[in-house]
């Protein structure tokens, strides 16, 4: 999604940092192998992700929605070298491909998959977390907002993907949709709790940064 004109958000991209080769290879081989390939960060987006890590320089991290491994790659690469990543992805059928990317980038020890419901699985993470990424099943949001907050250091970074969500939190609202609902709220939460400060940036389908106080 681009609510920029299209001359000037490809300006934008050519004189922006490029992707490392690795990524270039795992978004080739997302397009080539794998369903809805538009659910990658892109090369643009990674490039955010990646100097939001660096500037943070987090010792964990940890991300809701892996996908194909791209967003995870441009996350570690802010990471402090003893630090960890905890990726969490419902679908069993992406794990081996995460992990072949994963173990040929420098960050593959310090990469941990984890299967099946985020909402289950992040009260088992025994850590506190200097970054989040949210960026999977929008209906959850709020729920994922829940789960971490109280797991996140003071001055922690919370990063939400697809907040504008194409322009429907604009449009009048569907009685049967349940992800933009959800986005709504989840949109009004962001700004008004007080455990947290919020920009929300209206960059590609918008990323919302949040800072723990």
């Known amino acids: 999604m681009h609510f920029i004109p299209q001359k000037l958000d490809d300006y934008v991209v ?20 794998v369903l809805q390939p538009r659910m990658l960060s892109g090369a643009f987006q990674g490039r955010i992700l990646s100097m939001i890590s660096k500037l943070i320089n987090p010792k964990n991290i940890l991300e809701i929605g ?17 630090g960890e990543l905890h990726t969490i992805d419902i679908n069993e059928e992406l794990i081996d491909f995460q992990r072949k990317y994963f173990d040929k980038s420098s960050y593959g020890t ?5 299967l099946g419901s985020a909402i289950d699985i992040i009260p088992t993470i025994n850590t506190k ?66 455990r947290i400060e919020t920009v929300l940036l209206p960059i590609r389908d918008g990323l919302t940064i949040s800072r723990v106080k």
């Open 14 to 33: 050519a004189h922006s940092q490029q992707e490392p080769k690795l990524l270039q290879q795992l978004t080739r081989e997302t397009y080539q192998k």
């Open 66 to 82: 892996t996908y194909t491994g791209y967003s995870a790659l441009c996350l570690a690469e802010g990471i402090q070298p003893d």
């Open 110 to 114: 310090q990469i941990h998959q984890h």
């Open 129 to 194: 977390f200097d970054l989040v990424f949210i960026d999977a099943d929008k209906p959850n949001y709020v729920n994922y907002f829940n789960a971490i907050i109280n797991k996140m250091n003071a001055g922690g970074i919370i990063l939400s993907d697809n907040v504008l969500w194409s322009g429907k939190v604009l449009d009048p609202l569907k009685p049967n949709d349940e992800s933009t609902r959800v986005l709504l709220d989840y949109n009004k939460l962001m700004n008004e709790d007080a």
